[in-house]
C-alpha cells in the first residue's frame, strides 16, 4: 500500500511540474513570436547552404507546435520561397525537438538524457534537411493551399 501511495504522490508532483514547465515555456516562445515577425522568421530562414539548416532546425525547435500546426506552417514557407532544405529541417525539428517535450524528457529521465537527445536529434534534422536539398526533394512537393488546422491555426 504504501508503494501505490509513493507512486501516487510521484504522479502527482511530476504532473505538476510538467503543467507549470508546459505553461512557463509555451508562454515564453509565444512572447518571443509577438515580437517577431513571420516575414522576419521567413527572410532568416532563406539564409545559404547549411546555415538556413541551422536556422531552420533552430526555429523548429523553439516552436511549439503540434503536427496540425507544423503542416500549414511547412507549407506556408515553402510558398514563401523559404528554401526546401531550411523547411525540411524545421519540419523534421518541430515535432521532435519541441520545448515541451524536451522539458518532460529532461524531467523524467534526467537533463543529461535529454541533452544528448536534444543534440542528435538538432544534427539529424540539419543533416537530413540538407540531404534532401542535395538530392533535389523540392521537384516532389506539390502545389497544395492549407485550410485552417485542428489546433485553430493554419497559413493560407
Known amino acids: ?34 515580437y517577431i515577425p513571420a516575414e522576419k522568421i521567413q527572410k532568416s530562414l532563406s539564409g545559404k547552404g547549411i546555415m538556413g539548416n541551422i536556422l531552420g532546425a533552430g526555429f523548429g525547435a523553439l516552436t511549439p507546435f503540434c503536427a496540425c500546426s507544423t503542416i500549414p506552417m511547412t507549407v506556408g514557407f515553402l510558398n514563401a520561397g523559404v528554401p526546401f532544405g ?5 519540419l523534421i525539428s518541430s515535432p521532435l525537438l519541441n520545448p515541451i517535450i524536451i522539458g518532460m524528457l529532461g524531467a ?30 523540392a521537384k516532389y ?7 485552417p488546422s485542428c489546433c485553430g491555426g493554419g497559413l493560407r
Request: charged fraction near 10%; hydrophobic fraction near 65%; glycine fraction near 6%.
Open 1 to 34: 500500500m504504501n508503494t501505490l501511495l509513493d507512486t501516487l504522490q510521484y504522479f502527482a508532483f511530476i504532473t505538476i511540474e510538467l503543467i507549470v514547465l508546459f505553461m512557463a515555456i509555451s508562454a515564453l516562445v509565444e512572447i518571443i513570436l509577438m
Open 86 to 90: 531550411s523547411v525540411m529541417s524545421f
Open 108 to 137: 523524467l529521465v534526467g537533463i543529461k538524457a535529454a541533452v544528448i537527445y536534444f543534440v542528435i536529434a538538432f544534427i539529424c534534422s540539419v543533416a537530413f534537411g540538407a540531404i534532401l536539398q542535395k538530392i533535389g526533394g
Open 141 to 147: 512537393i506539390k502545389n497544395v493551399r492549407v485550410k
